[in-house]
């Protein structure tokens, strides 16, 4: 059974930094993806970092070059640097396999805030 588990969320005053972590359990096939999404209150879960199994990487635009992700094996992180209080949300793993099967993580909390 694929299980997604994330951590290094917080709380967190604007212009600080969070890693965030996602660990893969269960994985036997092979992954085309693994993404970092949130989803703020009130508001559409969102797409914020995707790194494919050849290593590209693409990020939404609002990222604006605060934030990295890196895969090493089956865990992903999101470094975020520059944090702005409109990052506040729940931040969800996404892990895409090759047969298109979609895993998503329980989600941690990011709270930027003075």
């Known amino acids: 059974q694929v299980r997604l588990v994330e951590s290094g969320g917080g709380l967190v005053q604007p212009g600080g930094s969070l890693r965030l972590s996602c660990a893969a359990s269960?994985?036997?096939?092979?992954?085309?993806?693994m993404a970092w999404y949130r989803q703020a209150l009130g508001k559409q879960r969102e797409l914020v970092a995707i790194i494919t199994n050849g290593g590209s990487r693409n990020y939404a635009d609002f990222v604006e070059g605060r934030f990295t992700i890196g895969r090493i094996g089956t865990t992903v992180r999101l470094q975020m640097n520059s944090l702005k209080p409109e990052d506040t949300a729940v931040y969800y793993c996404n892990v895409i396999g090759a047969t298109r099967s979609v895993y998503w993580g329980q989600g941690t909390q990011v709270t930027v805030s003075s």
């Open positions: 269960g994985i036997s096939f092979s992954i085309d993806t």
